[in-house]
């Protein structure tokens, strides 16, 4: 059994409502998983990124121990008898059965992209045009330092995302407590605060977020491609 949704709901965030926009409350969505066969003695609560990608080859190995065969990058599941671009949750447990993975994926991050709006509610979407539109790509993940971080980044988006042209750039901290750090101080050790208060504080640009977002950059334009 799989509970989940499509997207999370924005209740009024900002000033927004609904689902078209790249922060965490219309990204975020519940993932219950039930399956007599995995080895749980109580019901485990797991802080791992997952994509909706994953639960597809999850049932699978649920259903036929079988592991499906990974996509390679840039190839197409039209062209191949069955690949995934997800990962399963499950793996083998050593004594038999099945049990869930710790760590699964290889990248420990979850992927999204909406268009800039109104070409979010514009039908038909301006994206599917010659002329395009722009696109906001974001990643979210935890690095080595304990801290919950997102980027998205706005670009020009033609068919494909042209990434030469970063029209603006959005970097949050998820791991700082609902006060910004004074000006010119070092990334801070706040208490985890809520989602949407962290998002209040844009850190693009700032010196002691460099590195950061250095890296989540190259990690968002990977794991999209």
């Known amino acids: 059994t799989v509970l989940t949704s499509d997207h999370g709901f924005g209740l009024g965030e900002r000033g927004l409502w609904g689902k078209h926009t790249n922060f965490d409350v219309a990204l975020r ?8 066969m995995l080895q749980l003695p109580v019901a485990r609560h797991a802080a791992a990124y997952t994509e909706h990608v994953d639960i597809f080859p999850t049932v699978v190995m649920l259903a036929t121990g ?30 038999g059965g099945l049990r869930m993975r710790s760590t699964p994926r290889a990248i420990a ?84 605060g809520s989602m949407a208060s962290a998002e209040v504080f844009n850190r693009h640009g700032e010196h002691a977020y460099s590195r950061v977002e250095r890296r989540l950059t190259g990690m968002l334009r990977r794991g999209i491609g």
Do not use: I
Not at 30 to 35: F, R, T
Not at 139 to 146: I, K, N, P, Q
């Open 66 to 95: 079988e592991r499906l065969e990974q996509c390679s990058r840039g190839s197409s599941s039209m062209t191949r008898n069955v690949c995934v671009d997800g990962v399963a949750l499950v793996e083998p447990a050593t004594h």
């Open 109 to 192: 991050a979850a992927f999204s992209q909406h268009p800039a709006s109104p070409a979010g509610r514009a039908k038909p979407s301006p994206c599917l045009s010659p002329s395009g539109c722009t696109m906001g790509y974001s990643v979210a993940t935890r690095l080595e330092d304990g801290h919950g971080y997102r980027l998205t980044l706005w670009v020009r988006f033609q068919t494909a995302p042209d990434w030469e042209r970063v029209l603006a750039s959005e970097l949050y901290n998820y791991s700082e407590s609902d006060q910004a750090p004074s000006a010119g101080t070092e990334v801070a050790d706040g208490v985890l």
């Open 29 to 36: 969505v519940p993932l219950l998983l039930h399956a007599p």
